[in-house]
């Protein structure tokens, strides 16, 4: 039985991760078609536009979903039955009920969006994607039913169905075939249409697998405790509004003309951010798998199990993004000219990555702490984190430009992690051996990312790109093999050991 239990965690860990390596790729490799096709200002626009959309999504969604899945995992493990379908009922009424007055009240509030984002360009743009606020909510909760039960591949292959329309969709419209759509429009119209499409396909792939959508019921057993999270999630989005519609504020103020304060958001969001945040499509599936199997765990009070499922995982996230971080400290430049024709993005990639060393460590806890039903615990960590976040993007971009961002987002991180730290060791008696992962991750990083460098001045006579090539070869190798020999670091064997504890 352990056997077994073995195998299908390490099975649904390595089927997220692919799944989410795959459309994180997609994605990521499309982004780099559309900045060198577009340009930074273009891109600029577009997220000023999207860190609205994701702001009303965060007020639609917001912990709906995590609740959701949370409450069906443990209803599994206690009860059985069918009460998960009554709880996604509930959880439709309420999300798709918050997203139809958004959109109304966005609409409403259209004409004075001038007011909080500096370029008016990006507003149209908005207009256009408003629509789409419904079919996201009303997907986003379906695939949390979907993780509630485990359906891994369900939801995975949701998330890389909804890339892969959006790049087709988005080709279209941005491919000059209509002449009257510019690049901009062209985006927006692509993702409101490409969002109504996946909404049918994963409605189809919900009926297929068993479910229906029956009266709801408890919606108290929903609503209250995602509203902690809801807050949260709309506090956390709050790091993109701060990038998108607070910083080119600031750079104005500090004597940036609005293009150039606009190309400085594509830069960041469309350029080295996806570069920054890659890590998260492997330490995302880890927490898509964990997450129930906690809340599992903390239904049966099974304390010590949860706390080394947690060790392990922040370990094993903590060694994949120092992975990177070794990678961008050395080559973050090279890296962003290879990729975008552009080294301003790569010169911020290089300072921000030493948040590699800490953005993990958020997710993993804040995951953990939502599977153990302590939201809003999570919560108040998350509010005190934001709080100062945006006082250092409100006061410091005049003063230092775009370094305010990785300042800033330090802040928060640390903050945030500091106190959900805090939080876990009240309820969970031992230590998570964070302290001594990270210095483990920088002991081998630091020396890694010095090798590269070298090698890449060594063999740039052979040209830019093999050097760059040969460089990240080396610099990822060696912290590879310093991970699994004097880490004593074995991925394999510690998502086995998860399904063994289990």
């Given at each position: 039985m352990q056997t077994q239990k073995s195998s299908h965690v390490l099975k649904s860990v390595l089927t997220v991760t692919t799944f989410s390596i795959s459309t994180r790729a997609i994605a990521f490799l499309f982004k780099i078609y559309l900045s060198r096709t577009l340009g930074a200002e273009v891109m600029g626009l577009y997220q000023m536009a999207l860190t609205v959309f994701f702001m009303f999504i965060a007020l639609s969604t917001g912990g709906i979903s995590t609740v959701l899945s949370r409450k069906i995992a443990e209803q599994n493990t206690l009860e059985g039955g069918d009460k998960g379908l009554s709880l996604l009922s509930s959880s439709l009424v309420l999300g798709v009920g918050v997203s139809l007055a958004c959109t109304g009240l966005a609409y409403l509030i259209l004409p004075y969006?001038?007011?909080?984002?500096?370029?008016?360009?990006?507003?149209?743009?908005?207009?256009?994607?408003?629509?789409?606020?419904?079919?996201?909510?009303?997907?986003?909760?379906?695939?949390?039913?979907?993780?509630?039960?485990?359906?891994?591949?369900?939801f995975s292959l949701s998330?890389?169905?909804?890339?892969?329309?959006?790049?087709?969709?988005?080709?279209?419209?941005t491919s000059g075939l209509f002449s009257a759509i510019s690049g901009q429009t062209g985006l927006a119209l692509a993702f409101t249409i490409s969002d109504f499409?996946?909404?049918?396909?994963?409605?189809?792939?919900?009926?297929?697998?068993?479910g229906r959508f029956t009266k709801g019921s408890s919606y108290k057993e929903i609503l209250k405790p995602a509203m902690p999270l809801t807050t949260m999630k709309i506090f956390g989005?709050?790091?993109?509004?701060?990038?998108?519609?607070?910083?080119?504020?600031?750079?104005?103020?500090?004597?940036?003309?609005?293009?150039?304060?606009?190309?400085?958001?594509?830069?960041?969001?469309?350029?080295?951010?996806?570069?920054?945040?890659?890590?998260?499509?492997?330490?995302?599936?880890?927490?898509?798998?964990?997450?129930?199997?906690?809340?599992?765990?903390?239904?049966?009070?099974?304390?010590?199990?949860?706390?080394?499922?947690?060790?392990?995982?922040?370990?094993?996230?903590?060694?994949?993004?120092?992975?990177?971080?070794?990678?961008?400290?050395?080559?973050?430049?090279?890296?962003?000219?290879?990729?975008?024709?552009?080294?301003?993005?790569?010169?911020?990639?290089?300072?921000?990555?030493?948040?590699?060393?800490?953005?993990?460590?958020?997710?993993?806890?804040?995951?953990?702490?939502?599977?153990?039903?302590?939201?809003?615990?999570?919560?108040?960590?998350?509010?005190?984190?934001?709080?100062?976040?945006?006082?250092?993007?409100v006061?410091?971009?005049?003063?230092?430009?775009?370094?305010?961002?990785?300042?800033?987002?330090?802040?928060?991180?640390?903050?945030?992690?500091?106190?959900?730290?805090?939080?876990?060791?009240?309820?969970i008696n031992g230590s998570l051996g964070i302290l001594k992962s990270m210095l483990m991750v920088?002991?081998?990083?630091?020396?890694?990312?010095?090798l590269g460098n070298l090698i890449h001045s060594l063999t740039l006579p052979l040209g830019a790109t093999l050097s760059l090539i040969i460089s990240l070869v080396v610099c990822f190798g060696a912290y590879a093999v310093m991970v699994v020999t004097i880490g004593n670091v074995n991925p394999i064997k510690m998502l086995k050991a998860k399904g063994k504890n289990a």
């Open positions: 969006t001038h007011l909080f984002i500096t370029d008016s360009r990006a507003i149209p743009l908005l207009k256009i994607m408003l629509p789409a606020l419904t079919s996201t909510t009303f997907y986003i909760i379906i695939r949390g039913w979907f993780w509630g039960n485990k359906h891994f591949l369900d998330e890389m169905i909804e890339e892969i329309l959006r790049v087709l969709f988005t080709l279209l419209f499409v996946v909404m049918g396909v994963i409605i189809i792939t919900f009926f297929y697998r068993g989005s709050m790091v993109g509004t701060a990038i998108a519609l607070i910083l080119p504020q600031g750079l104005i103020n500090g004597g940036m003309s609005i293009s150039q304060a606009t190309e400085s958001v594509g830069r960041i969001s469309a350029m080295a951010n996806p570069l920054l945040f890659a890590p998260n499509a492997i330490i995302t599936s880890l927490a898509v798998v964990l997450i129930p199997e906690m809340s599992e765990r903390n239904a049966k009070k099974d304390y010590g199990g949860l706390l080394e499922e947690l060790k392990k995982g922040i370990e094993l996230s903590l060694m994949v993004s120092g992975a990177f971080m070794v990678m961008y400290l050395s080559l973050g430049k090279e890296l962003t000219t290879f990729l975008y024709a552009d080294t301003p993005s790569g010169a911020y990639l290089e300072q921000a990555s030493i948040l590699l060393l800490i953005m993990p460590l958020n997710h993993i806890l804040s995951s953990a702490l939502n599977s153990m039903g302590l939201e809003k615990q999570n919560f108040l960590s998350y509010s005190v984190g934001t709080i100062l976040m945006l006082i250092a993007m006061t410091l971009p005049s003063r230092i430009g775009v370094q305010s961002v990785i300042v800033a987002d330090f802040i928060f991180l640390l903050t945030t992690v500091v106190g959900n730290v805090m939080i876990l060791r009240k309820h920088a002991l081998f990083g630091v020396p890694c990312a010095y």
